[in-house]
Nanobody, 115 residues
Framework: QVQLVESGGGLVQAGGSLRLSCAAS????????MGWYRQAPGKQRELVAA???????AYADSVKGRFTISRGNAKNTVYLQMNSLKPEDTAVYYC?????????WGQGTQVTVSS
């Protein structure tokens, strides 16, 4: 089992920045992929950004150039630096890790961007 705990969400004005953190514990493998998803009210959960164990990254088109995903030196931490935030970025952000055919999710952290 793997547990994921997110932190760093909050309320910010449009144009501001936030940094999300996620720490994984339990049976974490070094070859996992970690990512951030988000879900806005009335919408489906969508991928925001992902990073492999080799630090290859992928981003949703809507956040390219504004968000940066990174991994800590430890295999079990991932960050999401969010700059130039827009009201449409408002959502619950979930940390995810995919390893050995299994997906694990955090409890989510609320990000609210006011106009």
């Amino acid at each position: 089992q793997v547990q994921l705990v997110e932190s760093g969400g909050g309320l910010v004005q449009a144009g501001g920045s936030l940094r999300l953190s996620c720490a994984a514990s339990g049976r974490v493998f070094s070859d996992n992929t970690m990512g951030w998803y988000r879900q806005a009210p009335g919408k489906q959960r969508e991928l925001v950004a992902a990073i492999t164990s080799g630090r290859s990254t992928a981003y949703a088109d809507s956040v390219k150039g504004r968000f940066t995903i990174s991994r800590g030196n430890a295999k079990n931490t991932v960050y999401l630096q969010m700059n130039s935030l827009k009201p449409e970025d408002t959502a619950v952000y979930y940390c995810n890790t995919a390893q050995r055919g299994w997906d694990y999710w955090g409890q989510g952290t609320q990000v609210t961007v006011s106009s």
